[in-house]
């Protein structure tokens, strides 16, 4: 079978665009959220900031993970993984 294609980031344009269309700019959110950087909010499209990511997804309105994919990884613990092996020994 084929193997389904990660899911890709959103391009920056879009993301702005969304910011946009949510009522706000880039730089609204960052002084919006104490930062004095006005560029602060824009760094997050260049490189993980997960605090700033996490304000530009609850002004668009998705999780963060929907935004980047690629910075949201999920994998899985030892604590999980050993539920999975007791739970296989059990059975």
Wanted: proline share 10%.
């Amino acid at each position: 079978m084929p193997k389904k294609p990660a899911p890709q980031d959103w391009h920056k344009e879009d993301i702005k665009a969304a910011v946009r269309k949510s009522g706000t700019t880039m730089k609204g959110l960052s002084l919006r959220n104490g930062y004095r950087s006005v560029d602060a909010c824009s760094q997050a499209l260049h490189r993980p900031y997960p605090k700033v990511e996490r304000l530009i997804a609850a002004a668009i309105g998705v999780p963060p993970e929907t935004i980047w994919p690629s910075r949201y990884k999920f994998k899985s613990t030892p604590a999980s993984n050993a539920v999975k092996v007791n739970q296989a020994r059990a059975a």
